[in-house]
């Protein structure tokens, strides 16, 4: 079983990844909304750069993880793109509670992720599952079913 | 930690391909997007902001605000200086006369999707994300007209805005644009006909 987990971490993430992001590649004009939204890029070269490039990027790191190349790599730019978009969330569904007065958990908005309207707390359960499984790729040492696990050490190392 | 070194040189290079291929990918994308364009007139932050879809109808305008969506929307439309135009002076101008001669021009600010599916009778689509596509049809067509009416969703969306903001700085005077904040939303919800695909079609839809 223990064999099984580095692999089906892989693939699961890979796919989510890969369905994410082409579902945002797909429509780029909607998550550019979605993403001025956030408030956190203010010039226009920034905002298009990071949503015409970020959802082909998930991809790609989706289809790196399910090849099993670069395993290492691509699940640190995971958690690197993971954790401060979880924060970004957190802090816009924050604001969301302070106005409205409603419980947090009731807060639901569509946070550019993908796949639609979702509620926050089981977005911030879905990150912190992901995240945690990124993580847990990092320090697999068990290479299974990988096209090329590390770019530098070999399979034993 | 030599390994640890591994695992961000493999990321670092994961990052750079990545952002190759990605730039590459959005360049191919029929859909991609323009990396020097400003989609958003008047502003790339945000103005109106995260709108919470809760069970209250009370929509938000900005996080931690309390101000109603329409408040805002009309302070924000003040400040980039376009016209308002409410649902009754809508009704009007379809109406008038002049409509049929091409003087005053309703203009549909959705993708084209939307557009298809119902849009005022006769009105013109001008999808500003993909401005160079329409601009050169829709920029003499509203330089033409005595008004132009435009809009899209309503409710939150600003479409309607930067569409009127891109006709005003393509040349459009100020004084000629009106824009519709209640959009195809309140056109339909006041029992209004819309025409299905494209202009022109004479597929006409009413409210059943």
């Known amino acids: 079983m223990a064999n099984l987990l580095p692999i089906l971490a892989r693939f699961s993430l890979g796919a989510l990844f890969i369905y994410m992001g082409l579902n945002k590649a797909l429509h780029p004009v909607e998550f550019l909304k979605l993403l001025r939204e956030y408030d956190v890029l203010h010039t226009p070269f920034l905002l298009n750069l990071v949503a015409s490039t970020l959802p082909w990027f998930e991809a790609f790191c989706g289809a790196l993880l399910i090849l099993g190349a670069a395993v290492r790599g691509t699940s640190v730019m995971l958690l690197a793109m993971l954790i401060p978009f979880t924060v970004l969330v957190l802090l816009r569904a924050l604001a969301m509670h302070e106005g409205s007065g409603l419980p947090f958990c009731a807060i639901k908005f569509d946070c550019g992720c993908g796949a639609g309207e979702v509620r926050i707390c089981h977005k911030l359960a879905e990150n912190i599952l992901l995240a945690t499984l990124s993580a847990g790729l990092i320090f697999s040492r068990r290479p299974r079913l990988c096209l090329r696990h590390s770019l530098f050490l070999k399979d034993n190392e | ?208």
């Open chain 2, 1 to 208: 930690m030599r390994k640890a070194r591994f695992a961000l040189l493999e990321a670092f290079i994961v990052a750079v391909v990545g952002l190759v291929l990605a730039l590459g990918a959005n360049a191919l994308s029929p859909r991609g997007l323009r990396l020097t364009g400003n989609y958003f007139p008047g502003g790339a932050g945000s103005s109106s902001l995260a709108h919470s879809s809760t069970n209250s109808d009370t929509a938000l305008a900005k996080p931690g605000s309390k101000k109603p969506l329409e408040a805002t929307t009309l302070q924000r439309l003040q400040q980039r200086g376009l016209n308002i135009i409410g649902s009754n002076l809508v009704e009007e101008m379809f109406h008038d006369p002049r409509y049929e001669q091409g003087l005053v021009v309703f203009i549909d600010a959705r993708d084209d999707s939307h557009y298809q599916a119902g849009h005022v009778p006769g009105a013109w689509q001008f999808d500003h994300y993909h401005a160079e596509q329409y601009l050169p049809t829709i920029l003499p067509i509203c330089l033409n007209a005595q008004k132009a009416v435009i809009y899209c969703t309503g409710g939150s969306c600003e479409d309607s805005e930067f569409a009127a903001i891109m006709l005003r700085d393509a040349g459009v005077p100020r004084d000629k644009l009106f824009v519709y904040t209640g959009g195809i939303t309140e056109w339909i919800n006041s029992g209004r006909a819309v025409e299905v695909g494209s202009r022109q079609s004479g597929a006409i839809k009413s409210k059943p």
